[in-house]
């Protein structure tokens, strides 16, 4: 069992950053990917971000290329630093944990884990 508790959301103005935080529960914690979603009001969740259970690789939305950064350590908690930050950043984000990378894609529906979200409100 893996529970999820994601911290760090706020507001900002556009330009600005922020950094989101993910702890993680649980002994299996290094056997899942990681990975960040988000949902803007009135539109299906999507993908934004995940790393592998090394670390060793991340993967992310080409929407967020370049300016996130996937980050994971030992102390079971998975990061997402934002930076330019826009408004269509805006949303809730969710921290997922599966142990295939592949359930990141179209299958999100299929993850193991969920948290419950933290509200990111970029303002221009």
């Known amino acids: 069992q893996v529970q999820l508790v994601e911290s760090g959301g706020g507001l900002v103005q556009a330009g600005g950053s922020l950094r989101l935080s993910c702890a993680a529960s649980g002994r299996t914690f290094s056997s899942y990917v990681m990975g960040w979603f988000r949902q803007a009001p009135g539109k299906e969740r999507e993908y934004v971000a995940a790393?592998?259970?090394?670390?060793?690789?991340a993967y992310y939305a080409d929407s967020v290329k370049g300016r996130f950064t996937i980050s994971r350590d030992n102390a079971k908690t998975v990061y997402l630093q934002m930076n330019s930050l826009k408004p269509e950043d805006t949303g809730v984000y969710y921290c997922?944990?599966?142990?295939?990378?592949?359930?990141?894609?179209?299958?999100?529906?299929?993850?193991?884990?969920w948290g419950k979200g933290t509200l990111v409100t970029v303002s221009s």
């Open positions: 790393i592998t259970r090394s670390g060793g690789r």
């Open positions: 997922a944990a599966d142990p295939s990378i592949a359930t990141f894609g179209s299958n999100y529906n299929a993850m193991d884990y």
